[in-house]
């Protein structure tokens, strides 16, 4: 680059002016893209590109289209009335023979299962029963003979929703919904509708503990910033200790301290205020105080360096006008506080959302948070189709807010606050 | 040659480089288990002599998660060779193709291991039981039966159970009169699971739920539950390790077993079978049994142990009557339904 420059310098007397400007320009833009290259490379192959794949799995349908691609070519022009006729049965037949050969019976079996549960057995059953391929005709008597589930219906509609290539499935399981035998959208089954109600948890818990570090930290970064030097310092020190301990460390802490014959509860008693101990622990109250304690930091710094900025000159000049301290407050002070305290509410929130651990140490069984169904579906019940929906509109759902919450503090500017 | 084109030039030789370097690595024989308590009794009887008869080995541990072998085997670079995996990990990894086969013939041959625990990708590892545990400093009635468990006028306090469906459901039928042999014909009509959730609501608001096998005996030790359910083995340990004084229940135990895997394309398919050959010999097994109360896949373990230790363990005979093994099969078929209806429940 620099060579080819310097040559285009010689060259200066026929190149015009306009022409080698650009060139310059160019070359000081390709030269910044460099920099930024390693970068932009380690957050494609780390971050971009997996979550462009968790996204494909939610919708990727490939199971039954790989082990029984006769039977979903036999059904493509079904129409779902009734049960379908002698040649989709003979396919099936067919694909069920050569699964069991290959050994992945269990790989459709396990898809179809999500959609009509008991099909595992349908499946596996009829695998270890269909001895050879039935005679040409036969094979729908066959089938049913073996398990009149074959006869029904749903069986049927279960293999063509499963056919893929892509399909909403999960998606619409990740909101409760469900597609009935036509076809139409409708709600889950209501004791399997549980994925709004734990979104909804979710944000709840995440807003409140939001809420409790904004009133908590206010008053500590206000301190710190306004003391001297010094003091300030040593109060810090204060916020970081927690800050570096580990998470399980502050977590399991807080188990001690408040289970029915922790510290709090024994105090109580000893004081005479409480004869039963109070439950503070593995409930909505035992996660909103440990989330609070471990997300607090999280909310002081930032609303410490926003108001470290404050000249404390305004707040004079304010009472010198006559502003009564509160006035002068919400007039003055708090408006210069709004980038810290959305920066520090979004940095909380956003954090929040995503908690794991902390929940399934202190929280009960109704206080589990999406990322407790994200993994479990993810590591236990290898249904990586619903645990990438469930993650698809989690992240939906903070970009959403990310956005709302960006118009709201900046108007057109979406920064997240970082901008101060 | 421009600054850029030599940048580039040297990223992309040093990431093929480092991509050749880890690839080309040989590396030792790596086994995998549950860490805690039961991993170091492990080190003690199966890996440091292993070791000392020369063939060199690593250990790490996991949680379990066959979503996590599935990434390991699927992403191309497994680092665990032999891996130990629970019955429902050894079903689905086994239908996924994420083991070796298992040639027992290498092992010492079929014959030689309790028939549940031989299966077509794994070799048992270790027998152990869902018991009810409780502190016997602090209940001097013992509770005999999944019913007690449930009456909380006659044992008041705290009742801990593993958070999930599973075993919840099956211990809550057992508490309102099912055999324990009928448990899965039961669990497995709408009636059944009606009956298990309403007999849950009779205890719902003292219930702690536990995740991980190392809190049962701490809820125990802080006094937060008066009765859990609780892997045997970590009772066997608390009361050993710590001084604790704690009882079990073996009436309506379930118990399941964990096996021994080999992950698909390991390069240490050699040392992986001398080990299993190793760990499957019934003089070695038994030393595990001393140090921590888990039953054994080799039949001749037991006949190998003092009567003393024998009697805790899941596979003594007495243990045995009235125990039911988990179900891998409804598991499989039902666990997903069964989790969203625990939630809605737990939510209600």
């Known amino acids: 680059m620099t060579a080819a420059f310097v040559a285009g310098a010689d060259a200066s007397s026929e190149v015009p002016l306009k022409r080698r400007l650009k060139r310059a320009e160019r070359t000081r833009r390709l030269k910044a893209l460099a920099l930024i290259l390693p970068l932009l490379l380690f957050l494609l192959f780390t971050f971009l590109g997996p979550i462009a794949g968790m996204l494909w799995r939610s919708v990727d349908d490939w199971e039954v289209r790989q082990v029984m691609p006769h039977t979903v070519a036999a059904l493509a022009d079904w129409d779902g009335k009734d049960v379908p006729g002698e040649p989709a049965f003979a396919a099936l037949a067919g694909d069920i023979r050569t699964a069991r050969d290959a050994g992945t019976v269990a790989i459709a079996s396990k898809r179809l299962n999500y959609a009509l549960n008991g099909f595992r057995t349908i499946m596996s059953g009829t695998a270890r029963n269909l001895k050879t391929l039935p005679e040409p005709g036969t094979a729908k008597d066959t089938l049913i003979g073996i398990n009149p589930a074959w006869g029904e219906r749903a069986t049927w509609a279960a293999i063509k929703g499963a056919s893929g290539p892509l399909t909403s499935f999960y998606l619409l399981g990740a909101l409760d919904l469900t597609r009935n035998l036509d076809g139409a959208i409708v709600a889950a089954p209501e004791e399997q509708a549980i994925y709004r109600d734990v979104f909804g948890r979710t944000f709840t818990i995440s807003l409140g503990v939001t809420v409790l570090c904004l009133i908590l930290g206010f008053p500590v970064a206000y301190m710190l910033a306004t003391l001297p030097t010094g003091q300030s310092n040593v109060l810090m020190i204060f916020v970081l200790l927690p800050f570096w301990t580990s998470l399980l460390v502050r977590t399991c802490a807080w188990i001690v301290v408040l289970q029915s014959e922790g510290i709090v509860n024994d105090s109580l008693r000893w004081i005479g205020l409480i004869d039963e101990p109070l439950r503070l622990i593995y409930n909505r109250f035992g996660v909103y105080v440990a989330m609070t304690h471990v997300l607090l930091p999280f909310m002081i710094l930032p609303l410490y360096s926003s108001m470290r900025s404050i000249s404390p000159a305004y707040m004079r000049a304010a009472a010198s006008l006559g502003a009564s301290p509160v006035t002068a407050f919400l007039r003055i002070y708090l408006p210069q506080t709004v980038p810290g305290i959305g920066a520090g509410s979004l940095l909380v929130f956003i954090l929040a959302i995503g908690y794991y651990i902390t929940p399934a140490l202190v929280g009960g069984a109704a206080d589990q948070m999406i990322s407790y169904f994200i993994a479990f579906y993810t590591t236990e019940t290898v249904n990586w189709g619903l645990a990438s929906a469930l993650g698809a509109v989690l992240l939906l759902a903070t970009l959403l807010l990310a956005v709302v919450y960006g118009k709201l503090v900046h108007g057109q500017q979406v920064t997240g606050g970082m901008k101060n | ?348």
């Open chain 2, 1 to 348: 040659m421009s600054k850029l084109k030599v940048a580039v030039g040297f990223l992309a030789t040093f990431t093929a480089g480092v991509a050749l370097a880890t690839a080309a690595q040989a590396r030792d024989l790596t086994v995998v288990s549950w860490g805690g308590a039961y991993q170091e009794a492990q080190k003690k009887v199966y890996f440091e002599p292993f070791k000392k008869a020369g063939t060199p080995m690593n250990d790490e541990s996991w949680d379990g998660g066959i979503g996590v072998l599935r990434a390991k085997v699927q992403g191309g670079a497994a680092t665990w060779d032999v891996v130990q995996v629970e019955s429902e990990e050894l079903a689905v990894g086994c239908e996924e193709g994420l083991f070796e086969t298992m040639e027992f013939n290498r092992i010492g041959g079929e014959q030689a291991y309790l028939p549940q625990t031989v299966d077509a990708c794994g070799v048992g590892a270790i027998v152990y039981d869902f018991v009810l545990g409780y502190d016997k400093d602090k209940l001097k009635d013992a509770p005999k039966s999944w019913a007690d468990f449930f009456d909380t006028t006659k044992y008041p306090g705290k009742r801990g159970l593993r958070q999930g469906a599973k075993t919840t459901l099956e211990i809550a039928l057992m508490a309102d009169g099912v055999a324990p042999k009928d448990v899965y014909k039961v669990l497995g009509t709408e009636e059944g699971l009606e009956r298990a959730f309403k007999k849950l609501d009779t205890i719902k608001n003292d219930i702690v739920w536990w995740k991980a096998g190392a809190q049962p005996p701490q809820l125990l030790a802080s006094g937060e539950v008066a009765m859990t359910s609780v892997y045997n083995g970590r009772i066997d340990a608390a009361n050993k390790a710590e001084k604790k004084n704690f009882g079990m229940v073996w009436n309506g135990a379930l118990y399941t077993i964990d096996s021994w895997v080999i992950l698909k394309g390991s390069p240490n398919k050699e040392a992986a079978y001398k080990f299993l050959d190793f760990v499957g010999k019934a003089e070695n097994q038994a030393k595990l049994s001393e140090n921590i109360a888990y039953g054994t896949s080799n039949k001749d373990a037991p006949s190998k142990l003092a009567p003393a230790v024998l009697k805790d363990l899941p596979t003594a005979p007495d243990n045995m009557k009235n125990a039911v093994e988990i179900s891998v099969p409804f598991w499989l078929e039902n666990i997903d339904r069964l989790t969203e209806r625990f939630n809605k429940w737990a939510a209600k």
